[in-house]
């Protein structure tokens, strides 16, 4: 599903995993939403977000999560 937004922005539910992911991605965790800010690669194919609130979430390679992603026309 694909909606507009104001400022011209395209937003866009997809499905992510450890490899897809990318800053700016906005992921809901425990009913909050949270964007991402920065991406660190852990071993066998993990990785650790950092949120803008400063929280980190740690995803294993198989891990698949919902997030909202804006594309800028």
Do not use: W, Y
Request: aromatic share 2%; hydrophobic share 45%; proline share 1%.
């Amino acid at each position: 599903m694909i909606e507009r937004v104001p400022g011209g922005a395209l937003v866009s539910n997809v499905e992510i995993t450890a490899a897809t992911v990318q800053r700016g991605d906005i992921i809901q965790v425990g009913g909050r939403a949270h964007r991402v800010s920065d991406l660190f690669q852990l071993a066998q194919g993990a990785k650790q977000l950092l949120f803008e609130s400063g929280e980190l979430l740690t995803i294993h390679a198989r891990t698949r999560l919902v997030a909202v992603r804006m594309r800028r026309r």
